[in-house]
């Protein structure tokens, strides 16, 4: 069965804090990793990711792959309060992508 | 410039009664999914279609049906609802299923509330 496994699945740090979200998966025939940012409305995209070791980058984003070890990891420097959002991590297989339950990140002043 | 449009935004509905979600894309897209979001589930897969005509089962399909008669347009039935379909709907499209550089193209969300 083909899964994705977030974690922590909540967190909450304080302005200025790096935080690091992490995203496992299982599945037959991996095509891609996704990562969404969530607020209360549809996600949106953030990273597509799909070869080991390379980093993609984003102002204070960024993220990595491992298909060795099968995670990836976002991360997010000098964290703002608009950083307050659900993360969610998809992972594609040709047809669907698999998402999981998400990580909701709290940023207080 | 609409991308993918989904009616309608909030519904409550009566256990038994049926409804049909309506999602629209102007985009050319071949893939379109319907997707329900429930708190600490993520979101999980109902149904897809890889192209005009065809559908197929995702991870969560039992009490829903689909239809892509045409390309532009997914719609999604509830037959007879039940409280366990209290969720948030989420469609979506993509042109190549997951071969894409920036993944799916989502709507807005249909709240649905069954009572």
């Known amino acids: 069965e083909d899964k994705v496994v977030q974690s922590p699945l909540s967190l909450v740090v304080h302005e200025g804090d790096t935080v690091t979200l992490n995203c496992s998966y299982e599945v037959t025939n991996f095509r891609s990793l996704l990562w969404y940012k969530q607020e209360k409305k549809a996600p949106t995209f953030l990273f597509m990711l799909t070869s080991s070791g390379i980093e993609k980058k984003s102002g204070r984003l960024s993220s990595i792959l491992d298909k060795k070890e099968l995670f990836s990891i976002l991360n997010i420097t000098a964290t703002q309060t608009g950083d307050s959002a659900v993360y969610l991590c998809?992972?594609?297989?040709?047809?669907?992508?698999?998402f999981g339950t998400g990580t909701s990140l709290t940023v207080i002043p | 410039n609409a991308g993918v449009t989904q009616t309608p935004k909030f519904r409550v509905l009566k256990t038994g009664q049926s409804m049909t979600l309506l999602c629209a894309q102007d985009m050319n897209h071949e893939y379109m999914y319907w997707y329900r979001q429930d708190p600490g589930m993520g979101l999980r897969l109902i149904h897809y279609?890889?192209?005009?005509?065809?559908?197929a089962k995702g991870e969560v399909p039992d009490g829903y049906n689909v239809s892509r008669l045409k390309k532009q347009n997914f719609l999604l039935g509830l037959e007879s609802a039940a409280p366990s379909q209290t969720s948030v709907y989420f469609c979506a499209s993509s042109q190549t299923g997951t071969d894409v550089n920036y993944g799916y193209t989502f709507g807005s969300g249909t709240r649905l509330t069954v009572v």
């Open positions: 279609s890889v192209g005009e005509g065809t559908t």
């Open positions: 998809a992972v594609g297989t040709g047809n669907q992508f698999y």
